[in-house]
């Protein structure tokens, strides 16, 4: 794939700069915060599609890797849709881990599915903070309506955001594509999602593409770097997506990008010294979780109100 290396970079660049969408108006060139954010989101995925077919492929278990104060912090972005090839292959990996004596955290839940047997894992309190979190806001949220939904308590299952007409119809399109073919099925798809996907669902990647890699991913996990690499590509840095979320739905952005920042603080926090940590988060939490570590290795510091819960 051509494209300009040098303007993909200041694109990107200019974009991290931007720490709200008024910021981005004068770069992309419009009045209203709603276009800035969806041409933001155009250039950023261009630039970064690019940027990533001349990015080699990862090997084992995909990751991201950030220094900080001299430790390294791995972020594994996975479906955690409880296949059994998924099991096989994280338990493979953290066995590796934690035989070297390395540190594992893994988001609230997908302990219980993969490592309940694993003494060296453990479990952070993102859903059980997000939970408290939503329980103190008013207002209603399409999350109020799902099945077993109750912000008062824990969850497991709470990232499975997408309506089941929604899913019905993915699956539907999905099943047809040994007949009409792959492009068509995702043209399909495609369509389908601009009529389905809310304003909230643009920032959480909630789309076709992201149903077709995280189903593909879930039964090959050796497909979990191309899952990975979709959400570094679709979501904004942090700033800009929690902002465009708190104004559609603030109980759905609890529940998703600020659980990110929460886990970063939480690994951050619990770090004693250790030369190696490892996190196993969902996919769609990666990104975010990468941009608060890096926050933290360019000098912030942890909140003094930090408690567990």
Known sequence: MVGNRTGDETTLAAI??????????????????????LRAKEKWETAKRRQQATQGRSDGLPGRCVVVDGTEFH????????????RAFLRDHVSRFLERGATVYCEQGIRQMYFSDFSGVC?????????????????????????????????EDVTS?????????????ESGSEVYGEQFERALGDVAAGF???????????????????REAG????KLDELQRYYHRTFLPQPL??????????????????RNERMADYVVYHNEDAEEVHLIVGAAHQPGVVYYLERYRE???????FELF
């Not at 972020?75 to 998924?86: D, L, N, R, S, Y």
């Not at 955001?161 to 399109?173: D, H, M, P, R």
């Not at 389905?196 to 995280?214: C, K, N, P, Q, T």
């Open 16 to 37: 991290r700069e931007a720490d709200s969408l008024a910021d981005l108006h004068g770069l992309i060139g419009v009045n209203s915060d709603h276009d800035a954010y």
């Open 75 to 86: 972020v594994h972005g996975v479906t955690h849709a409880g296949t059994p090839q998924e």
């Open 123 to 155: 479990e952070m309190d993102d859903y059980r903070w997000a939970m408290n979190e939503c329980s103190e806001l008013d207002g209603e949220s399409p999350l109020d309506g799902i099945p077993g939904m109750d912000f008062g308590s824990l969850r």
């Open 161 to 173: 955001v997408a309506s089941e007409f929604q899913a019905a119809v993915f699956s539907l399109i």
């Open 196 to 214: 389905l996907m809310s304003h909230g669902d643009l920032a959480i990647g909630d789309d076709f593409e992201s149903y077709v890699l995280s």
């Open 219 to 222: 039964t090959n996990p050796e």
């Open 241 to 258: 997506e929690r902002e465009w979320l708190r104004r559609h739905d603030p109980k759905l952005e609890l529940v998703s990008h600020a």
């Open 299 to 305: 000098g912030r510091e942890l909140p003094p109100e």
